[in-house]
T-cell receptor, first 114, second 112 residues
Framework: GENVEQHPSTLSVQEGDSAVIKCTYSDSASNYFPWYKQELGKGPQLIIDIRSNVGEKKDQRIAVTLNKTAKHFSLHITETQPEDSAVYFCAVIGSNFGNEKLTFGTGTRLTIIP | DGGITQSPKYLFRKEGQNVTLSCEQNLNHDAMYWYRQDPGQGLRLIYYSQIVNDFQKGDIAEGYSVSREKKESFPLTVTSAQKNPTAFYLC???????????FGEGSWLTVV
């Protein structure tokens, strides 16, 4: 099955700096790559996603890049703010049509230092 | 409001008891999922259902059971066979498999 690795597991950055979280996956036919933000005691919220026919996608301070050849994708948060502190999960949907399911990375706890 | 509603938010189970977690969605989504999250850990898939009256086991289905009698409902039963049920349980849904998946707010289950 699909294997997703996420790094780093914890990340602390000064407010205003950028944060980058990276995920690698094993199934070269995977085609959908969402990122979720989870605050304590709440369900994950989708913040951005990318499909395999696109190399980069931006939404204000958040961007995701995808390198299909190397089988990795990254979340970039610029001009970080205290409210960005949370746990971030990457996920991958595999290629088994009709039987797709999300496989999640293990999460990155991001702390923004004021 | 449209969304995914999980209940109860907090549930305590005595050893040997079965408990059922409710998940209802009014988004007209086809597929629904149950995930388990242990403290400081990622999400692991328990069961998922792509259509009414059909569901498949995920990676950690042992000790759990589900039903999908209605499109909007996907309850999860944690049976006494689940030896370590204390965790945060998340329900999710999507329009069709492979599209954006949305999560409910979760249910905390604790064994006492």
């Amino acid at each position: 099955g699909e294997n997703v690795e996420q790094h780093p597991s914890t990340l602390s950055v000064q407010e205003g700096d950028s944060a980058v979280i990276k995920c690698t996956y094993s199934d070269s036919a995977s085609n959908y790559f969402p990122w979720y933000k989870q605050e304590l005691g709440k369900g994950p919220q989708l913040i951005i996603d990318i499909r395999s026919n696109v190399g980069e996608k931006k939404d204000q301070r958040i961007a995701v890049t995808l390198n299909k050849t190397a089988k990795h994708f990254s979340l970039h948060i610029t001009e970080t703010q205290p409210e960005d502190s949370a746990v971030y999960f990457c996920a991958v949907i595999g290629s088994n049509f009709g039987n797709e399911k999300l496989t999640f990375g293990t999460g990155t706890r991001l702390t923004i230092i004021p | 409001d449209g969304g995914i509603t999980q209940s109860p938010k907090y549930l305590f189970r005595k050893e040997g008891q079965n408990v059922t977690l409710s998940c209802e969605q009014n988004l007209n989504h086809d597929a629904m999922y149950w995930y388990r999250q242990d403290p400081g850990q990622g999400l692991r898939l328990i069961y998922y259902s792509q259509i009414v009256n059909d569901f498949q086991k995920g990676d950690i289905a042992e000790g759990y059971s589900v039903s999908r009698e209605k499109k909007e409902s996907f309850p999860l039963t944690v049976t006494s066979a689940q030896k370590n049920p204390t965790a945060f349980y998340l329900c999710a849904s999507t329009v069709f498999s492979g599209n954006t998946i949305y999560f409910g707010e979760g249910s905390w289950l604790t064994v006492v």
